[in-house]
C-alpha cells in the first residue's frame, strides 16, 4: 500500500511543476473555513502580458506567484463540498470566470482536495 502512495505522489508532485498557460479568466485562491465547515473560492482578475504572466488589471503590476499581494477579489464563491462549488463556479456563473479547460481541471481536484482536508479537519494548502 505504501508503495502504491508513493508512486501516486511522486506522479502528482512531478505533474505539478509542468507548465501550465495562465487565464485570461482569472485565477482562484482556495481555503478553508473550519469553524463554519466551508471551502471559499476567492476570484481575480488579470491580463495575460506578452510574456505570458498575469498582470493586475489596475496597476499593471506582475502579480506574483508565491507571497502575499494585496489586491480585491471580484467574487467568493462557498460551498459545503467540491460539487456544490463546481456547480455554482462553472454552471450557475455568467459569463463563467474560467476559459480554459485545463483550469477547470485543476479546480476540480483541488476542491476535492479541499474537501477533503475539511472532513478530516486538516490543513489545506493550494497546489
Request: charged content about 30%; overall charge negative.
Amino acid at each position: 500500500m505504501d508503495l502504491i502512495v508513493d508512486d501516486l505522489t511522486t506522479i502528482d508532485n512531478k505533474l505539478s511543476q509542468r507548465h501550465i498557460d495562465l487565464d485570461p479568466a482569472g485565477y482562484f485562491i482556495i481555503y478553508l473555513d473550519l469553524h463554519e465547515r466551508l471551502i471559499y473560492a476567492k476570484h481575480f482578475t488579470n491580463v495575460i502580458d506578452e510574456r505570458g504572466l498575469a498582470v493586475d488589471p489596475e496597476t499593471g503590476k506582475v502579480i506574483p506567484a508565491r507571497g502575499k499581494v494585496e489586491r480585491t477579489q471580484t467574487t467568493v464563491f462557498s460551498g459545503r463540498t467540491a460539487k456544490e462549488l463546481c456547480v455554482k463556479i462553472f454552471e450557475e456563473t455568467q459569463p463563467c470566470p474560467v476559459s480554459f479547460l485545463d483550469h477547470a481541471a485543476y479546480l476540480g481536484r483541488e476542491f476535492v482536495r479541499a474537501e477533503v482536508a475539511l472532513v478530516m479537519e486538516k490543513e489545506y494548502v493550494q497546489d
